[in-house]
């Protein structure tokens, strides 16, 4: 099992350009998550997908949209990139959002705006 | 509403050491917490988990963390330190209102293992 996989590795942005960050799991999970991560700030919830054709807002969600393509698939959006939006982007996975489930993290996005 | 603090962005230790890397938290509810660990250009992973069951918690790794609910605490802490504990270390809490879906990350605490 290949467990969560993101793409791209890298990326970088002119301001103004879009992208999307690409997100699967092969793990059978319900739950999907979006985090980015900042120095100092720990990890921040952008949004998230409690179950397939379901999607929330998150701590941070301005700037950014979200699909849930399948239960596998959960790609995030940014359609207009700005410098503040240079960051680490974590997708995640667990089997449903009860407290004590654990989250799986793919090995991240870096993303630098210019 | 919950929150969680990590004490000390950066800790520095001799391999062999003890290690402890604090951890306190604020919850309304019963909280579950969590200690994952990041190594470098990696994404996190869990290594142990409080659910209730016991307040002494072993995790991967020879790390273990004791739940104090007069404290808030839930310190993790490993008797030797090895370089490859190398690693950033986040403490987190879900519950409530939301539940795992509002799992709050703490700061972190980068972990520094010195020959």
């Known amino acids: 099992n290949a467990g969560v996989t993101q793409t791209p590795k890298f990326q970088v942005l002119k301001t103004g350009q879009s992208m999307t960050l690409q997100c699967a799991q092969d793990?059978?999970?319900?739950?999907m998550y979006w985090y980015r991560q900042d120095p100092g700030m720990g990890l921040r919830l952008i949004y998230y997908?409690?179950?397939?054709?379901?999607?929330d807002k998150g701590e941070v969600p301005n700037g950014y949209n979200v699909s849930r393509l399948n239960k596998r698939e959960f790609s995030l959006r940014l359609e207009s990139a700005a410098p503040s939006q240079t960051s680490v982007y974590f997708c995640?996975?667990?089997?449903?959002?009860?407290?004590?489930?654990?989250?799986?993290f793919g090995p991240g996005t870096r993303l630098t705006v210019l | 509403a919950q929150s969680v603090t990590q004490l000390g962005s950066h800790v520095s230790v001799s391999e062999g050491a003890l290690v402890l890397l604090r951890c306190n938290y604020s919850?309304?509810?019963?909280?579950?917490l969590f200690w994952y660990v990041q190594y470098p250009n990696q994404g996190l992973q869990l290594l142990l988990k409080?659910?209730?069951?016991?307040?002494l918690v072993k995790g991967i790794n020879g790390f273990e963390a004791e739940f104090k609910k007069s404290e808030t605490s839930f310190h993790l802490t490993k008797p030797s330190a090895h370089m490859r504990d190398a690693a950033e270390y986040f403490c987190?809490?879900?519950?409530?209102?939301?539940?795992?879906?509002?799992?709050?990350f703490g700061a972190g605490t980068r972990l520094f293992v010195k020959a």
């Open positions: 995640a996975s667990s089997e449903g959002g009860g407290d004590y489930n654990e989250q799986f």
């Open positions: 919850s309304s509810v019963p909280p579950y």
């Open positions: 409080y659910t209730s069951a016991a307040t």
């Open positions: 987190a809490v879900s519950g409530g209102v939301g539940g795992g879906f509002k799992t709050i």
């Open positions: 997908s409690a179950s397939e054709g379901t999607t």
């Open positions: 793990m059978n999970h319900n739950s």
